[in-house]
């Protein structure tokens, strides 16, 4: 990430009060330029962060609007996806710093700022389809297409009598 983009994300929490604290980021082409390894081809949108602080621990709660581009996997088309994301972290304080679970990180006692950007980062792409379709592609019927997970009710299973003599004998006892 750029050294400007760097400086976007990082809160210095050391010296704020405790309590809340409100954040706006901007989410723009150059933060998702800074991720190499993302899906998204570009993107906008804004993260709200709500930091609580108190003495032992910091809680985030992060809101996240934004449309992505991304590229369809049928027909190689770009689209916009927009997104909403709520997702919550905690971080206490300890004498090592790691992660505890996907939603509670230690940090260092001597540790005065965080980086947001990269759990930001990683929330969107977490909330990516697996399967990118264009909207138009999604909306329609797709003959061509060796698998569709679509339920025939027009269909009945064809029970084997066989099973069905089992099912009398069981029933009998």
Request: charged share 30%; glycine share 4%; with cysteine.
């Amino acid at each position: 990430m750029g050294k400007q983009e760097v400086r976007d994300f990082e809160i210095q929490f050391v010296h704020l009060p405790v309590g809340e604290h409100q954040y706006v980021f901007d989410l723009n082409p150059a933060f998702f330029d800074a991720f190499p390894e993302t899906m998204v081809e570009s993107g906008e949108g804004k993260a709200h962060l709500n930091l609580l602080k108190s003495e032992t621990m910091l809680t985030l709660h992060f809101e996240i609007e934004a449309k992505l581009t991304l590229t369809c996997d049928v027909s190689l088309r770009e689209f916009e996806q927009p997104l909403q994301i709520q997702r919550r972290l905690m971080i206490k304080f300890g004498e090592e710093e790691g992660e505890l679970d996907e939603e509670v990180f230690i940090i260092s006692h001597e540790k005065i700022s965080i980086n947001v950007a990269a759990w930001i980062h990683e929330f969107i792409n977490l909330e990516i389809p697996m399967k990118k379709l264009h909207p138009e592609i999604a909306s329609e019927e797709r003959p061509d297409m060796a698998y569709s997970s679509a339920i025939d009710d027009e269909t009945e299973e064809a029970v084997d009598p066989r099973w069905e003599a089992l099912k009398k004998l069981k029933n009998k006892n």
